[in-house]
């Protein structure tokens, strides 16, 4: 329904626009700021002298901008270039040397800027073009295929598939974009050959199509975090320009470029503010992506620009041409840094290594080169398709792909070898490209042929696995397809359900008779244990029992050989007594026959003695010596004899002793032995009872034995079932998870498929939005020009509410300037008078001075030979030339002392006119502040009407807002299924 407020909405906003004509001046370029460039900025910007291609003479020149490019933003004072210049808050600072211009002058550019640029008081403000801004952000997560919200529009496919001539890789995933008829195509590889489809690729999924109005595609490139898709695009000879996509969501970020050919190249710098781009032109142009104004032209190229790139750290930019020409550039001041001389024909592709150190190119030529960033040298260089290579492409693994006419896609390692050539193409492969898996880098390889044909294969063995669709069939159909899809899936998927649950019981049967089975097994293996340990403990009995016996053996042994010992001992020792009792007998007897004897000879011996003694007879004496000698040899016989006693009668109690202690021992051998004896003998028992054990133990362990390897050979039956069935339920749920993976595959194709539906409803009602936005723009501008006019008259009020306060100020401080410049004048005159004084005083002195002279050398003159009178004249002819210079000096001081009395009186006449406009200015401000509050009210009363008619022009906006809500929160829900 029509609101009919709107029916009123011209005559209201037509009200407005005349009221805020009425009441306020627009500034503009005619009246207000071409004077101020004729007297301050045309002497180096005219067509003449064109200092930095700017002209300021007309109003064509300046909004065209210079080298630099455009110098105003309209509505953007603080954005556009020459407000900065020329208040010196950016370089160049204009003019170059000396002050800035008058804060005025800069405060009416500017405001002519901010007013959107107006030629004349009849012209419509320019629009300010929003800016645009790539900024900074973390890369995208491209391995999440569920993040991709992308529109799902493709065009009805046609007889012959388009040639995908341009590819890129999403760095670090498995997902592609490659050119359609007038569209992007994004694909993800996914799952084998075999599994599910949507009618536009097999053994992948088709993410969204980016469409591009009527401008085929050229080139594409990622940016290298993920965030933003570029396409080179245009019609041939028409126009050309730059696609911008933001990923995962496909939204248009925005068009740089008005090309009148296709754009055949172009790459976004590391910053993402600038694009260079390059076609038929010849000219590498510069663009800001903020504004989509030309920053820089590059001219160097002789033929068609056909390949750029930026370098991954944005230190350089590479450009080649058809005509085998290569060039790098300082990327953030574009001066020259190398040119690359090699190629003889067109170069086709280019690309970086990922630090930045070797550009890689290929040509028509039939070669691929590898440049050294350091000097320019070439570092290596082969023949990858003699007939031309048509595309390179460095993988993240820092190998190269290439495509060429001799239909075949190549991979080379680094320094040029070839690892593999995947299977010939139809057609001449046109373009190649690796993409990424976690695990993998350049896991697979994506080729395409003149043919339309895309496809892919494993890099690690050249297997093909899986093909995209240059012409996919259209939504509709690619929805049925995969509704159909899904259907058979699922049924799929319950038929190996109920496969999976059979093996699933089986399993658990043969499972629970292996565990039956195991259960015996191991009560058998305890029982054979207890058997074994019985065994063994038998065994240790007996054979304790064994070496206790055959101890007690050796024991008896040893014993009756002690006995039979210490029997003998007793014999022996008796013999040598009887012996001894002899020797001994002997010695007693031969002892006393020599005591005998000794007394004798001593009897004989004391009688001769007492004879010779008794008469000196020299017989007699030499009897009593013979006596005497024989006593002596008597009482020494006497004493061998009783040591020889002596001596037997010991051995013969040692005898006696050793024969007690042999017949002592007899007994204790006697009882050793008989208790050996009885220790033998319960050995003997003793092992006897426990070979008997042993014997039991042995046969109790065989049957033990016999019963774990029974139980045993059943455990490993079972275990075989349960290998069988556990393999089988493996197989089955394999089979159940792959195909439930493809019914969620499926599901989310399908579900793309309706949140494609629902994407071209939202897209439809986002453009109708920005036609209502764009139809209500006049109101909202003139609200906005309203609004900001108000706002500007209550400045204006304020500042003249606060200049009538500072007036007294002012007026008083301007008095008191005059009084002390009336000070000045005093003292300047008086100044005057005393050097004037002073310099009639030296006149006067020198004068006199010079008459005293003249007469001393006329005395001088006349009396030559008088030294002293000589050196007196001289004396006072440098007197005189000192007076001279302190007269030159007064008379200096003079002249010094007049031109500041008439400073002063200028200063004096200065301050008198300062007071009188002062006092003027002051008397004036109260008539000032009501026409600004006229002014104010009219202003306000202006831009209530402007937000009037604003709001009611975004009634229609507003309600295509909410529908827009509406449907973003259904295609929220829609892709949360994917």
């Known amino acids: 329904m029509i609101d009919p407020r709107a029916l009123c909405l011209p005559s209201i906003f037509l009200a407005a626009l005349a009221s805020a004509a009425h009441g306020q001046e627009r500034v503009t370029f005619v009246d207000h700021v071409r004077p101020i460039f004729a007297q301050r900025c045309l002497q180096c910007h005219n067509p003449d002298k064109l200092k930095g291609d700017l002209d300021l003479t007309t109003f064509a020149g300046?909004?065209?901008?210079?080298?630099?490019?455009?110098?105003?933003?309209?509505?953007?004072?603080?954005?556009?270039?020459?407000?900065?210049?020329i208040a010196h808050t950016r370089e160049p600072k204009m003019p170059p040397k000396g002050d800035r211009i008058a804060e005025a002058e800069i405060a009416t550019i500017r405001a002519w800027v901010a007013g959107g640029c107006l030629e004349t008081s009849s012209s419509a403000a320019a629009q300010p073009k929003p800016a645009i801004s790539l900024g900074a952000g973390p890369a995208m997560a491209a391995a999440n295929l569920s993040s991709f919200h992308l529109p799902m529009v493709s065009r009805e496919p046609t007889a012959r598939a388009p040639i995908a001539r341009a590819m890129a890789a999403l760095p670090g995933s498995s997902v592609v974009a490659l050119s359609g008829r007038r569209e992007v195509l994004l694909y993800a590889r996914s799952g084998a050959i075999e599994g599910p489809s949507d009618g536009?690729?097999?053994?992948?999924i088709l993410l969204g199509a980016l469409p591009t109005g009527e401008d085929e595609i050229e080139a594409l490139r990622f940016t290298r975090d993920g965030r933003f898709l570029l396409a080179s695009a245009g019609v041939g000879g028409k126009n050309g320009c730059v696609w911008i996509w933001s990923m995962p969501t496909g939204s248009l970020v925005t068009r740089v470029g008005e090309e009148v050919d296709a754009v055949l190249a172009a790459d976004l710098d590391a910053k993402r503010s600038r694009v260079a781009l390059g076609g038929p032109q010849r000219v590498v142009k510069v663009i800001s992506v903020a504004d989509g104004t030309v920053t820089h032209r590059i001219r160097k190229h002789t033929d068609w620009i056909t390949a750029i790139a930026y370098s991954p750290d944005g230190v350089l930019l590479a450009t080649a041409d058809r005509a085998g020409g290569m060039h790098v550039w300082e990327a953030e001041t574009l001066a020259p840094y190398l040119s690359l001389v090699g190629h003889t024909a067109r170069v086709t592709a280019i690309d970086w290594s990922a630090d930045g150190n070797v550009l890689v190119s290929s040509s028509e030529d039939g070669r691929v080169r590898l440049w050294s960033m350091q000097?320019?040298?070439?570092?290596?260089?082969?023949?990858?398709?003699?007939?031309g290579v048509l595309d390179v492409r460095v993988t993240s693994d820092s190998r190269i792909v290439t495509a060429g006419r001799e239909r075949?896609?190549?991979?080379?390692?680094?320094?040029?070898?070839?690892?593999?050539?995947?299977?010939?193409?139809?057609?001449?492969?046109?373009a190649a490209v690796a993409l990424d898996e976690p695990s993998q880098p350049a896991a697979q390889v994506v080729g395409a042929d003149l043919g339309g044909g895309v496809t892919f294969w494993a890099s690690a063995d050249g297997s093909e696995r899986g093909r995209f669709a240059t012409a996919p069939a259209t939504l509709a159909n690619r929805e049925a397809h995969a509704k159909?899809?899904?259907?058979?899936?699922?049924?799929?998927?319950?038929?190996?359900?109920?496969?999976?649950?059979?093996?699933?019981?089986?399993?658990?049967?043969?499972?629970?008779?292996?565990?039956?089975?195991?259960?015996?097994?191991?009560?058998?293996?305890?029982?054979?244990?207890?058997?074994?340990?019985?065994?063994?403990?038998?065994?240790g009995t007996a054979g304790a029992a064994k070496a206790a016996l055959d101890v007690a053996t050796a024991a008896k042994q040893?014993?009756?050989?002690?006995?039979?010992?210490?029997t003998g001992a007793v014999e022996g020792s008796i013999a040598r007594l009887k012996s001894e009792v002899d020797v001994d007998a002997a010695a007693q007897a031969a002892l006393v026959a020599a005591e005998s004897e000794r007394v004798?000879?001593?009897?004989?011996?004391?009688?001769a003695a007492k004879a010779a003694a008794a008469k000196d007879d020299p017989a007699l004496r030499s009897a009593a010596e013979a006596a005497s000698a024989a006593k002596s040899v008597a009482l020494e016989r006497a004493g061998q004899a009783r040591t020889r006693a002596n001596e037997s009668s010991a051995t013969l109690r040692a005898a006696l002793e050793a024969t007690e202690k042999a017949k002592a021992a007899v007994p204790q051998a006697s009882e050793t032995r008989d208790k050996a004896e009885r220790e033998a003998t319960a050995a003997a028992e003793v092992l006897a009872v426990a070979n008997g054990t042993c014997a039991a133990a042995e046969e109790a362990l065989a049957a033990a034995e016999s019963r774990a390897t029974f139980a045993e050979a059943e455990v490993a039956l079972q275990a075989g079932y349960v290998a069988r069935d556990s393999a089988a339920l493996t197989t089955a749920q394999a089979a159940l998870t792959a195909a439930r993976n493809d019914v969620m595959t499926a599901s989310a194709i399908v579900a793309r498929c309706e949140a494609g539906r629902l994407r071209e409803r939202l897209d439809r009602e986002r453009v109708e939005y920005a036609s209502a936005?764009?139809?209500?723009?006049?109101?909202?501008?003139?609200?906005?020009?309203?609004?900001?006019?108000?706002?500007?008259?209550?400045?204006?009020?304020?500042?003249a509410e606060a200049e009538l306060a500072n007036a007294p100020k002012r007026c008083a401080e301007a008095i008191a300037m005059k009084v002390a410049a009336e000070r000045e004048r005093t003292d300047a005159d008086a100044a005057v008078v005393t050097a004037t004084t002073r310099l009639k005083e030296r006149e006067a002195e020198q004068a006199a001075f010079n008459e005293l002279v003249l007469r001393l050398t006329t005395s001088a003159s006349a009396a030559p030979g008088d030294a002293a009178l000589a050196a007196a004249c001289a004396r006072a002819r440098e007197a005189l030339d000192q007076m001279a210079l302190s007269q030159a000096h007064s008379r200096k001081q003079l002249d010094d002392a007049v031109l500041a009395a008439a400073a002063a009186a200028e200063r004096l006449r200065s301050a008198g006119e300062a007071v009188v406009l002062t006092e003027r200015d002051a008397g004036a401000i109260p008539t000032r502040i009501e026409g600004l509050r006229s002014d104010l009210s009219h202003a306000n009363d202006v831009a209530a009407a402007a937000v009037a008619a604003a709001e009611l022009a975004m009634m229609p906006a507003e309600a295509i807002a909410e529908r827009v809500a509406k449907l973003e929160a259904e295609y929220g829900q829609a892709t949360a299924r994917y």
């Open 558 to 566: 040893a014993a009756t050989e002690a006995l039979a010992a210490a």
């Open 62 to 85: 300046v909004m065209t901008g210079g080298s630099g490019g455009a110098v105003v933003a309209p509505g953007n004072a603080d954005g556009s270039a020459l407000v900065g210049v």
């Open 375 to 387: 000097d320019g040298a070439l570092a290596k260089e082969w023949t990858a398709d003699p007939q």
């Open 600 to 607: 004798t000879t001593e009897r004989a011996a004391d009688e």
């Open 773 to 799: 936005v764009a139809d209500a723009e006049p109101y909202t501008t003139a609200r906005a020009t309203a609004e900001s006019a108000a706002a500007r008259a209550a400045a204006a009020l304020d500042a």
């Open 484 to 539: 159909g899809d899904l259907a058979k899936r699922s049924i799929l998927v319950v038929e190996r359900e109920a496969t999976a649950s059979s093996a699933s019981t089986q399993l658990a049967t043969s499972t629970s008779a292996h565990a039956e089975a195991a259960k015996h097994a191991a009560e058998a293996g305890e029982a054979k244990r207890v058997a074994i340990a019985t065994r063994d403990a038998a065994s």
């Open 200 to 204: 536009a690729a097999v053994g992948g």
């Open 408 to 430: 075949t896609i190549k991979m080379w390692d680094a320094a040029g070898s070839l690892q593999r050539t995947f299977p010939v193409m139809p057609e001449v492969a046109v």
